[in-house]
């Protein structure tokens, strides 16, 4: 396996991207808890990110409102299934954790879709700032409240409840 990693610079601070044989396997923020250790992230080299970048700088522009880019995930069954529907959220949507995980099949699991949605790998891109608390609320972020905070704003979510049934999904 070959890991190569960039910095590039975004809206929410310097942004570290990770490459595993050439597919975006990390994007992680300043200070981001679960944050790999940075002699993981392979080489500096910034050739298999121009994609990624290209997309992020669309994303800041708001002219693009969902990435297509090949990922190259590592997780657990249950992780990547949870990473995975976190890509249906729409742009400027939020999702519950306890609607996340109705619609992965798993009712009760509520908890450990927010685990699972803690641990991903590629934030922004695999929108995990879009899940929100059952009352509307924010909950944690493993880039900081702020920050998602911030994300949500600039997207135009809504804060103060979950969607409605009919538009899940």
Same mark, same amino acid.
């Given at each position: ?10 809206? *929410?601070?310097?942004?570290? @991207?990770?490459?595993? &044989?050439?597919?975006? !396997? %990390?994007? /992680?923020?300043? &200070?981001?808890?679960?944050? =790999?250790?940075?002699?993981?992230? %392979?080489?500096?080299? =910034? ?9 992020? &700088?669309? /994303? *800041? ?5 969902? +990435?297509? @880019? #090949? ?15 976190? #890509?249906?959220? =729409?742009?400027?949507?939020?999702? !519950? /954790?306890?609607? @996340? ?5 798993? =009712? $009760?699991? !509520? ?11 590629? $934030? ?18 493993? $880039?900081?409240? &702020?920050?998602?905070?911030?994300? @949500? ?6 804060? $103060? %409840? ?6 899940? +999904?």
């Amino acid at each position: 396996m070959r890991r190569q990693h960039t910095v590039t610079d975004s809206p *929410y601070g310097p942004l570290t @991207l990770v490459a595993t &044989d050439g597919l975006l !396997s %990390g994007l /992680y923020m300043t &200070d981001q808890r679960h944050r =790999p250790p940075q002699e993981t992230f %392979g080489d500096p080299d =910034p050739r298999p990110f121009g994609e990624a970048i290209r997309q992020l &700088d669309a /994303y *800041y522009a708001r002219e693009l409102t969902a +990435f297509d @880019l #090949r990922l190259h995930l590592a997780g657990t069954p249950f992780q990547l299934s949870v990473w995975e529907r976190l #890509r249906t959220i =729409p742009y400027g949507e939020t999702r !519950s /954790y306890g609607e @996340l995980a109705e619609a992965l099949g798993k =009712p $009760g699991a !509520s908890r450990a879709v927010g685990l699972a949605n803690g641990k991903n790998p590629v $934030g922004i891109i695999v929108p995990c700032h879009r899940v929100i608390g059952a009352s509307g609320g924010l909950t944690g972020y493993g $880039g900081g409240l &702020d920050r998602k905070q911030r994300l @949500l704003a600039f997207e135009g979510a809504p804060l $103060g %409840g979950p969607a409605p049934a009919e538009t899940l +999904f």
